[in-house]
């Protein structure tokens, strides 16, 4: 820089704040489609810990990536649900058969 013209360096100056500038705008448009990906995850009771993954600066394209995520997501529990549930179910008589209870005898009853 110290060889550069008065121009030069104010080129310079400006090609560099201009890419700051740009950097800034680019995190902050990130952020913000996180939080509105955080609001609509919450609103659909999902976990919003996924907003980063579903987060797009584009609203049609996050609610899509919303909808695919749910749909995996409930995908996910069921079969996870039907694998905890799986095995025989007890086995309980429906029929009276010579029902005694210990308790109740000795009451006489």
């Given at each position: 820089?110290?060889?550069?013209?008065?121009?030069?360096?104010?080129?310079a100056?400006?090609?560099?704040?201009?890419?700051?500038?740009?950097?800034?705008?680019?995190?902050?448009?990130?952020?913000?489609?996180?939080?509105?990906?955080?609001?609509?995850?919450?609103?659909?009771?999902?976990?919003?810990?996924?907003?980063?993954?579903?987060?797009?600066?584009?609203?049609?394209?996050?609610?899509e990536?919303?909808?695919?995520?749910?749909?995996?997501?409930?995908?996910?529990?069921?079969?996870?649900?039907?694998?905890?549930?799986?095995?025989?179910?007890?086995?309980?008589?429906?029929e009276?058969?010579?029902?005694?209870?210990?308790?109740?005898?000795?009451?006489?009853?």
């Amino acid at each position: 820089m110290a060889t550069m013209s008065a121009e030069d360096r104010a080129k310079a100056e400006m090609d560099k704040r201009q890419k700051d500038f740009e950097n800034e705008r680019q995190q902050y448009v990130s952020e913000r489609a996180e939080f509105e990906a955080a609001k609509e995850l919450a609103a659909q009771n999902l976990p919003v810990n996924f907003a980063r993954m579903v987060a797009d600066a584009d609203k049609d394209i996050m609610a899509e990536n919303i909808e695919r995520f749910k749909a995996e997501y409930m995908k996910a529990i069921e079969s996870g649900l039907s694998e905890r549930l799986k095995g025989v179910p007890p086995k309980i008589s429906r029929e009276k058969e010579n029902l005694t209870d210990p308790f109740l005898s000795g009451l006489g009853m």
